[in-house]
């Protein structure tokens, strides 16, 4: 059906592709664009005009794109993407798109057309408020973090997963960019002049720098549960009604906590940018997903713990403190890096006066250097809010 060598596909090869494996029968009707950013991964949006029905085909190139530069990067990352979306799906089907076929050797995976809905960042944005997107990434976090973890696995089963799921390159690229880069005066840093000294004061700040050492141990060796491992608000696509979370090819297990503390940060730009009732919105979403994740990891760990330990009855509020003080530390170093690291995001670097988007990454550093630092002292989301108003 397919080829036996990798080759990049083009809009051509990507139709024959389609018809070959009979998701469509009439090749007239059909139109086929590349949609992706373009950094790693080709995304073919393929529709059948007549039918009003599309696919999408997501093929990893053997290499990343950035600034002009290219690095080798693993295209095994497109079966740890199609396995996550399978492994996740298992629990959240209704949160992530179908997968339709895989192919190990072209590097691709065919799965739902999800363009009736937008992307979660470019929404929010442009002023939506996703009214349920805060509930689902709560459900979604604490059903895939839950039923991967040794909570709810055999660990036979367990250590089969981690093996599956061994990332190295992909984790190699987060270990860098979010923990270590930023902290360092390193060319892959990327910041205005503006933010110099502030920059400065973090590469000097030995405090800091010793937490983040921290999170990133915990990064490393905390095999708790099949992450995500890329879930920023670019990473999900939202309606008024529906949320699908794509793109997990940084998948492995790790720290419970770094899923929801890289989505905690990612709606925290949107509190920076955002004043009055409409950062209230955002503020209210935080503390949703929070509630809904408790409450799920909750029942879930009530019907189907495996541990016997789990009787015990101060053993689920300190795991659940556990993965809400890790959480709030991963945020901030989600904060800091998507400020000053290679990677930024739309919602500050989108800011087109210069003072006010200096002013946005200064809050966005310091409230990530506080989450980083005082993150024990935070106790619960009421508090947390309370903690990022007064730094903001
Ligand atoms: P990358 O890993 O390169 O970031 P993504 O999986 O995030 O790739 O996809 C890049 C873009 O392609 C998305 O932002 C979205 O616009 C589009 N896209 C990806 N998957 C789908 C899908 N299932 N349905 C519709 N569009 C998609
Ligand atoms: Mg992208
Ligand atoms: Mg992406
Ligand atoms: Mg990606």
């Not at 596909?9 to 494996?21: D, P």
């Not at 000097?204 to 995500?228: I, P, Y």
């Amino acid at each position: 059906l397919t080829e036996n060598t990798y080759k990049p596909l083009t809009v051509e090869s990507a139709i024959n592709l389609a018809i070959n494996l009979q998701l469509f029968t009439n090749k007239e009707n059909l139109v086929c664009k590349e949609i992706g950013d373009g950094n790693l991964n080709l995304v073919f949006h393929i529709v059948d005009n007549e039918k009003q029905k599309g696919i999408i085909i997501k093929q990893a190139l053997p290499y990343a794109k950035v600034v002009g530069e290219s690095w080798p990067l693993t295209i095994h990352r497109s079966e740890i993407e199609a396995n996550a979306l399978k492994t996740h799906g298992e629990f959240v089907s209704h949160l992530v798109p179908k997968v339709y076929h895989t192919d190990k050797t072209l590097a691709i995976t065919v799965m739902e057309d999800l363009s009736h809905l937008t992307i979660a960042r470019t929404g929010l944005i442009d002023g939506q408020n996703y009214p349920l997107l805060s509930s689902h990434v709560g459900e979604y976090l604490a059903k895939t973090l839950f039923y991967t973890s040794d909570y709810a696995l055999h660990p036979f089963k367990k250590k089969d997963l981690v093996k599956q799921f061994s990332n190295p390159e992909l984790c190699k690229i987060t270990e860098d960019l979010v923990f270590t880069d930023p902290f360092f005066d390193v060319d892959t840093n990327d910041f205005e002049e503006e933010l110099k000294d502030t920059v400065r004061e973090i590469w000097k700040d030995a405090s800091l720098k010793f937490e983040v050492a921290k999170l990133k141990k915990q990064f490393l060796t905390e095999t708790e549960a099949l992450l995500h491992g890329d879930l920023h608000t670019g990473s999900i696509f939202a309606s008024i009604t529906e949320t699908k979370v794509i793109d997990p090819e940084f998948a492995f297990y790790g720290p419970f906590g770094f899923d929801v503390g890289q989505f905690f940060a990612n709606l925290i730009f949107q509190v920076i940018v955002r004043t009055g009732e409409q950062r209230q919105v955002i503020l209210n979403h935080l503390e949703k997903t929070w509630d809904i994740f408790q409450t799920i990891f909750t029942d879930s760990w009530q019907k189907d713990c495996l541990e016997p330990f789990a009787e015990i009855e101060s053993y689920l509020p300190y795991i659940l403190g556990k993965i809400f003080t890790d959480s709030i530390g991963f945020a901030g170093c989600e904060l800091i890096r998507r400020t000053i690291g290679l990677s930024h995001v739309k919602d500050l670097d989108g800011i087109t006066d210069i003072k006010v988007r200096i002013a946005a990454k200064k809050t966005a550093l310091k409230l990530g250097r506080a989450c980083i630092l005082y993150r024990h002292k935070i106790n619960g989301m009421e508090d947390y809010i309370s903690f990022i108003k007064q730094n903001i």
